[in-house]
């Protein structure tokens, strides 16, 4: 069974840096592809950043290329999320995902919580 925590969210000033992780159980992590979405209320939710299983192969969003940054530590079974420059519009809600593969990032095996991320101009 995925088992997907999150941690690392909170508020921070337009310009600020957080970092999320992502802790996994329950299945074979270092085999897994991982990713991470947001969510705004009443839009749906969007792909972020996805990481394949040895840490090597990443792709980012365009909104935000350049500013965020996917890793992973498979020993710790930690995925993270290196959020820089944050903006207004970075206000959302952040899932971890577990994926089936790197080419079809659609297909989901299991979904953290989410962790708030808020973003003050």
């Known amino acids: 069974q995925v088992q997907l925590v999150e941690s690392g969210g909170g508020l921070v000033q337009s310009g600020g840096s957080l970092r999320l992780s992502c802790t996994a159980s329950g299945f074979a992590f270092s085999q897994t592809v991982m990713g991470w979405h947001r969510q705004i209320p009443g839009k749906e939710r969007e792909l972020v950043a996805i990481?394949?299983?040895?840490?090597?192969?990443?792709r980012h969003a365009d909104s935000v290329k350049g500013r965020f940054a996917i890793s992973r530590n498979n020993v710790k079974r930690t995925v993270y999320l290196q959020m820089n420059n944050l903006e207004p519009e970075d206000t959302a809600v952040y899932y971890c995902s577990a994926h089936q593969s790197f080419t079809a990032p659609e297909k989901i095996l299991g979904w953290g919580q989410g962790t708030q991320v808020t973003v003050s101009s």
């Open positions: 990481i394949g299983e040895f840490g090597v192969a990443t």
